[in-house]
């Protein structure tokens, strides 16, 4: 019922950045929570950031706190995900993910709970 396309992946130096965007479409996206997972080869995805359906609450994993910023523009349906001082240890899938939960009070976003995915961008960081 949502579909989610992302955009923006490519091939960047050590140190640079990239701006991730993720577009929703087919149903409503304003009450949903939104995450970015990624996943590099050889290893099992995780977790990289989320934002709550208002842009009040926003979760990064360690690894990305203070170099990753995620956003969303509701009015676009649009979430993105703002990259900066990439690292080589960063290339891999960039999944964006939706949960039609997103609107609970306690929501957090989870690999478990996104309902809908998109089919990913690749970011490669070259040392």
């Known amino acids: 019922q949502v579909q989610l396309a992302e955009s923006g992946g490519g091939l960047v130096q050590a140190g640079g950045s990239l701006r991730l965007s993720c577009a929703a479409s087919g149903r409503t996206f304003i009450t949903y929570g939104m995450g970015w997972f990624r996943q590099a080869p050889g290893k099992e995805r995780e977790f990289v950031a989320g934002i709550n359906w208002s842009g009040s609450s926003t979760y990064y994993a360690d690894s990305v706190k203070g170099r990753f910023t995620i956003s969303r523009d509701n009015a676009k349906n649009t979430v993105y995900l703002e990259m900066n001082s990439l690292k080589p240890e960063d290339t891999a899938v960039y999944y964006c993910?939706?949960?039609?939960?997103?609107?609970?009070?306690?929501?957090?976003?989870?690999?478990?709970?996104?309902?809908?995915w998109g089919k990913g961008t690749l970011v490669t960081v070259s040392s």
């Open positions: 993910a939706a949960d039609k939960s997103g609107d609970d009070l306690y929501w957090t976003p989870t690999i478990g709970g996104m309902d809908y």
